[in-house]
């Protein structure tokens, strides 16, 4: 496995992408960390989900998945 240099934190990568953040919370859902998908922790329970370069690709492949099937998607409540 390359080494994990940096990653990009969702709210970052919805506004790269122009997607609504909270849809891709759901998108991501299924991710796990061997899919590029880390959790990050801050202070004060301050906590978020981050992407590898890897789990940026494997994102904009569920993105697309999901825009072509939105049925699929499985929405939080």
């Given at each position: ?10 709210t970052?990568?919805a506004?790269?992408l122009?997607e609504d ?11 796990e960390?061997e ?8 202070p004060?329970?301050?906590q ?19 825009k072509a099937?939105p049925?699929?998607?499985r929405?939080?409540a």
């Open positions: 496995m390359p080494t994990i240099s940096h990653v990009y934190t969702i970052n990568v506004q790269q122009g953040i909270d849809w891709l919370w759901d998108v991501c859902a299924e991710m960390p899919d590029g998908c880390l959790w990050v922790y801050g004060d329970q301050d978020t989900i981050a992407f590898t370069p890897f789990g940026l690709e494997y994102l904009n492949d569920l993105i697309k998945h999901y099937n049925d699929t998607l929405r939080s």
